[in-house]
């Protein structure tokens, strides 16, 4: 419904606010691009209806914005300057400009960068991941020593200084990598090398 009126859009999309249509049964588009080369930009959904109930509000509300309509306004209204993304939202950065361009906001428009994520061999690096383990109990928690998080590190002896060692030699890459889990290692060691006291005792001398 492209050619839909605005007066005709609005007045749907205050309907769905107020809840006078099914989840699933309506959802507010952008009008941009259907034959462009790339998905996200062929009239992306920006709001659906969801009933649903929020941590915050309650059930004030039956319609929310998709993450890639509410992230780039929500980046422009708290001042961010850049915003880092993985390399998965490489394809969703002519989307990002797109909306802080067409929406009138009060500070400088923020610009998305894509960065590859840290990957380390034998270690599960997701958050999604983590966070089952977390919620089901398998851990402690967030800071349980066997978690790959910087709490988890920190907890398990890693200095601060070991792990923005490792984060400097590793750089910033635009290209998905691996890291060896012994470089890791290795700069703890480096660390401890001249920080860490060692003494040495005899505790059982021979007479």
């Not at 209806?49 to 039956?62: F, L």
């Not at 850049?82 to 394809?91: R, T």
């Not at 400009?97 to 610009?111: A, C, E, G, L």
């Not at 983590?130 to 910087?150: A, C, I, K, N, Y």
Request: hydrophobic residues 35%; proline residues 5%.
């Amino acid at each position: 419904y492209r050619d839909r009126s605005i007066e005709e859009n609005l007045d749907l999309f205050q309907r769905m606010r107020n809840g006078e249509f099914p989840e699933g049964s309506k959802t507010l588009r952008a009008k941009i691009d259907l034959a462009s080369g790339n998905f996200n930009m062929r009239d992306p959904v920006i709001y659906r209806i969801r009933y649903m109930h929020h941590h915050r509000q309650g059930d004030k509300w039956c319609i929310y914005p998709m993450y890639d309509f509410a992230h780039p306004i929500q980046d422009a209204l708290e001042g961010i300057t850049h915003s880092l993304c993985s390399l998965e939202f490489e394809a969703h950065r002519p989307l990002y400009d797109w909306v802080v361009s067409n929406i009138s906001i009060p500070y400088y428009k923020p610009r998305q960068i894509e960065f590859a994520r840290l990957g380390i061999d034998h270690t599960v690096m997701s958050k999604r991941k983590l966070r089952l383990l977390v919620e089901t109990g398998r851990v402690s928690g967030w800071d349980d020593p066997r978690m790959p998080t910087l709490c988890g590190l920190r907890r398990r002896g890693y200095t601060s200084h070991a792990i923005r060692d490792f984060c400097e030699r590793i750089g910033v890459a635009k290209s998905a990598n691996t890291v060896e889990y012994a470089l890791l290692e290795h700069c703890l060691r480096e660390d401890l090398n001249d920080t860490a006291e060692r003494t040495m005792a005899v505790l059982r001398p021979v007479k």
